[in-house]
DNA sequence: AGCCAGGCACCGC
DNA sequence: GCGGTGCATGGC
């Protein structure tokens, strides 16, 4: 099936770093894994090509993951009138959505970014789930809680999560609710995540923010600390806390949508590197 | 060869 | 509460 839409560019919504599950075929045209599915989309201006998809499943699936309810349109109105740099941000890069993605794996996934690189990150996603996850049609699923139970810091090792192996194995033996804990307000879910061995402040509002529909967070990596030094901080050193309170005051509900538009900018772009 | 990566725990102060 | 250091692994 194929639907029209505004606002919304697959390159840039998988590519900036949010997801890892996803690999290209060709210009514009992916393959994606995600809540035990595999989809190959494409795009073609604004026509959004689902190869072999029906009409129920993109309902069920697809239009919340790539956050396809959602007026853009109005959240980059916003976001443009706060300054010139977030106007430029969002010019570079108007086609960025925040993807709405399983919890666990968000959680697992993000654990595993920590002092790491994107290309490496998606190869130890993919190791765990060939190891452990269900397979769909040509790709593996995400194991689920159940499935990395049987796991240990060996096996994991072998799956190249280096030191990390040890905080994968806090984060599932505490049996998490993940239903349960997504009405937590911002705050208390940061708290109960950070009790977490392994996750800290970074990884937490990543998780939030990609997982849980918290848009009123800020994570700050080294990109991000870097692209708010350059352009707020007179390019000095400035800590992380400071730098996020900066951004919940000037971004509000929106810091979410802010830190995607200035993260992708300042890594394509490599603002301070 | 050595440095560093979507950070964090652990240690000193 | 702050700042410094080690960490598995692999690419440059």
């Given at each position: 099936?194929?639907?029209?839409?505004?606002?919304?560019?697959?390159?840039?919504?998988?590519?900036?770093?949010?997801?890892?599950?996803?690999?290209?075929?060709?210009?514009?045209?992916?393959?994606v894994?995600?809540?035990?599915?595999?989809?190959?989309?494409?795009?073609?201006e604004?026509?959004?090509?689902?190869?072999d998809?029906?009409?129920?499943?993109?309902?069920?699936?697809?239009?919340?993951y790539?956050?396809?309810?959602?007026?853009?349109?109005?959240?980059?109105?916003?976001l443009?009138?706060?300054?010139?740099?977030?106007?430029?941000?969002?010019?570079?890069?108007?086609g960025?959505?925040?993807?709405?993605?399983?919890?666990?794996?968000?959680?697992?996934?993000?654990i595993?970014?920590?002092?790491?690189?994107?290309?490496?990150?998606?190869?130890?996603?993919?190791?765990?789930?060939?190891?452990?996850?269900?397979?769909?049609?040509?790709?593996?699923?995400?194991p689920s809680?159940?499935?990395?139970?049987?796991?240990?810091?060996?096996?994991l090792?072998e799956?190249?999560?280096?030191?990390?192996?040890?905080y994968i194995?806090d984060?599932?033996?505490r049996?998490?609710?993940?239903?349960?804990?997504?009405?937590?307000?911002?705050?208390?879910?940061?708290?109960?995540?950070?009790?977490?061995?392994?996750?800290?402040?970074?990884v937490?509002?990543?998780?939030?923010?990609?997982?849980?529909?918290?848009?009123?967070?800020?994570?700050?990596?080294?990109?991000?600390?870097?692209?708010?030094?350059?352009?707020?901080f007179?390019?000095?050193?400035?800590?992380?806390?400071?730098?996020?309170?900066?951004a919940?005051?000037?971004?509000?509900?929106?810091?979410?949508?802010?830190?995607?538009?200035?993260?992708?900018?300042?890594?394509?772009?490599?603002?301070?590197?």
């Amino acid at each position: 099936m194929q639907i029209e839409v505004k606002d919304f560019d697959i390159e840039e919504t998988l590519e900036c770093g949010q997801c890892f599950r996803f690999e290209k075929i060709s210009n514009k045209k992916y393959l994606v894994i995600a809540h035990k599915k595999e989809l190959i989309v494409e795009q073609n201006e604004k026509k959004l090509i689902f190869h072999d998809l029906d009409e129920a499943e993109y309902f069920r699936i697809w239009e919340n993951y790539f956050d396809l309810k959602r007026d853009y349109g109005e959240i980059k109105k916003i976001l443009g009138k706060k300054d010139k740099i977030l106007k430029e941000a969002i010019e570079f890069a108007g086609g960025i959505r925040l993807i709405s993605q399983d919890p666990f794996e968000t959680l697992i996934s993000f654990i595993i970014s920590q002092n790491n690189r994107i290309p490496m990150i998606k190869k130890v996603i993919r190791n765990i789930s060939e190891k452990y996850g269900d397979k769909i049609e040509n790709e593996y699923a995400f194991p689920s809680v159940a499935q990395l139970k049987k796991a240990d810091v060996e096996s994991l090792m072998e799956c190249k999560t280096g030191f990390r192996a040890k905080y994968i194995l806090d984060a599932v033996n505490r049996d998490i609710d993940f239903a349960d804990i997504k009405n937590l307000p911002t705050a208390e879910l940061r708290k109960y995540l950070m009790e977490i061995n392994g996750v800290g402040p970074k990884v937490s509002d990543c998780v939030m923010l990609f997982s849980f529909n918290k848009y009123d967070v800020f994570p700050v990596d080294v990109w991000v600390k870097r692209v708010m030094q350059y352009f707020y901080f007179e390019n000095k050193e400035t800590s992380i806390k400071n730098i996020e309170e900066f951004a919940y005051e000037k971004f509000g509900d929106l810091a979410g949508f802010a830190q995607q538009y200035l993260f992708h900018m300042a890594r394509i772009k490599k603002i301070g590197a």
